[in-house]
C-alpha cells in the first residue's frame, strides 16, 4: 500500500519565479493537506482540498494556491518566490468522516524548496 | 503567544532513560491531541493520536492528556538510539470553522546515545 507521495524532492528556484509542487494522496484517502515547514519550526497549516475544492485556509497569502484533482492528488503553486519561501512542503492525506475531520493526517517525506 | 508552545530543546540522554516531552495549549477548542516524530529530512510520522483525557499507551510510548491544564505530555520508556528525532505534538479542533487543520508545536529535537 503506497504511503503519501510528493515531487519533486528538492527545488531551487529564484525570487520572482513561479512553483508546483504535487502531492499523491494514501490509497483510499480523499483529502489533502498542505503544510510550510521552515527549518527549526514546526510545520504551519496552508491548506485543505477536498471534493476538489478548499475548503479551509491557514494565514497564507493568494501566492499560495492549489488544486485537487479527480483522483484525489494535489498541486501547490507558489507565485513570485519570496526567499522567506525557502521550506520543506509537507502534503498529508486523510479519509474524511462525515463534518468533523478528526480522521489521521498522513504526511508525505516533503519537498525542500529552496529560493535564491 | 502561540497556540500550541513546545520545549525546541535540545534534548539529550543515555540510552534507557526514560524521556518526557511536553506541549501546552490555549485554544479550549482544541479536542484531538497527536504526536508526531520526524527523522532528520522526513516528513513526520504519526505515533500517538488521544480523544480525551487521560493516558494512552502504545508499547513504550505512553501519552497524556489533561484538558483541564491545557498540558499534553509523551513519554518515552527504555529510550533506544533509534529514538533521535524531532518529536511534533498537534491539536486539532472537532467540528467548526477551523476543522481539519493541525496547529503543531515547534518541535523538541531529542538524542539517544548509547
Known amino acids: 500500500d503506497a504511503g503519501v507521495t510528493q515531487s519533486p524532492t528538492h527545488l531551487i528556484k529564484t525570487r520572482g519565479q513561479q512553483v508546483t509542487l504535487r502531492c499523491s494522496p494514501k490509497?483510499?484517502?480523499?483529502?489533502v493537506s498542505w503544510y510550510q515547514q521552515a527549518l527549526g519550526q514546526g510545520p504551519q497549516f496552508i491548506f485543505q482540498?477536498?471534493?476538489?475544492?478548499?475548503?479551509q485556509r491557514g494565514n497564507f497569502p493568494d501566492r499560495f494556491s492549489g488544486h485537487q484533482f479527480p483522483n484525489y492528488s494535489s498541486e501547490l503553486n507558489v507565485n513570485a518566490l519570496l526567499l522567506g519561501d525557502s521550506a520543506l512542503y509537507l502534503c498529508?492525506?486523510?479519509?474524511?468522516?462525515?463534518?468533523?475531520?478528526?480522521?489521521?493526517?498522513?504526511f508525505g517525506p516533503g519537498t525542500r524548496l529552496t529560493v535564491l | 503567544q502561540k497556540e500550541v508552545e513546545q520545549d525546541p530543546g535540545p534534548l539529550s540522554v543515555p540510552e534507557g532513560a526514560i524521556v518526557s516531552l511536553n506541549c501546552t495549549y490555549s485554544?479550549?477548542?482544541?479536542?484531538?491531541f497527536m504526536w508526531y516524530r520526524q527523522y532528520s529530512r522526513k516528513g513526520p510520522e504519526l505515533l500517538m493520536y488521544?480523544?480525551?483525557?487521560g493516558n494512552k499507551e502504545d508499547g513504550r510510548f505512553t501519552a497524556q492528556v489533561d484538558k483541564s491544564s491545557k498540558y499534553i505530555s509523551l513519554f518515552i520508556r527504555d529510550s533506544q538510539p533509534s529514538d533521535s528525532a524531532t518529536y511534533l505534538c498537534?491539536?486539532?479542533?472537532?467540528?467548526?470553522?477551523?476543522?481539519?487543520?493541525?496547529?503543531f508545536g515547534q518541535g523538541t529535537i531529542l538524542t539517544v546515545h548509547p
Open positions: 498529508a492525506s486523510s479519509l474524511v468522516a462525515g463534518w468533523e475531520s478528526t480522521d489521521t493526517q498522513y
Open positions: 490509497s483510499g484517502h480523499d483529502t
Open positions: 482540498y477536498y471534493e476538489e475544492e478548499e475548503r
Open positions: 485554544n479550549s477548542a482544541f479536542q484531538y
Open positions: 488521544t480523544y480525551s483525557s
Open positions: 498537534a491539536m486539532i479542533n472537532a467540528g467548526g470553522t477551523s476543522y481539519g487543520k493541525l496547529t
